[in-house]
């Protein structure tokens, strides 16, 4: 069984050695993605951790859909937060973004850890496991 590499102009291309979706036996991992523009490659939202999520969290869409896949296919959100005060901004964000995304109301798992994250302005990265089969 082989893996398949899942890449998107509609999301930010991989700024290290990483792809931004992998593929294999049914399951779909979305890599940690954060608030860049993938129309400017810029990062957006500075100090705003409801637009970073926002943001973040269409990349995902977006490397899920070139995928064949969707919000609907996912299993489990792993949030990365860079303070503990953010967590109410991030989760008022997600669940707009969640209803909006997942209309059958089945809600995929989630976990949310406080980090030092690798860019100064970025307050808030999300990975995902989608299942494809």
Partial sequence: MSKEIVRTD??????????????????????????MDPATNQYIGEGDVKVQTLRTLE??????????????????????LTKREHFSEMNDAYAE???ANVPSGQLPSRTTVFVDLPHEVMLVEIDALAVTA
């Fill in 59 to 80: 990349n995902i869409k977006a490397i899920l859909e070139a995928g064949g896949s969707s919000v609907e296919d996912v299993m489990m959100f792993r949030v990365y």
């Fill in 10 to 35: 509609n999301a930010p291309a991989p700024a290290h050695t990483f792809s931004q979706g992998v593929k294999k036996g049914g399951l779909f991992q979305v890599s940690g993605q954060g608030p």
């Fill in 97 to 99: 973004f969640i209803e």
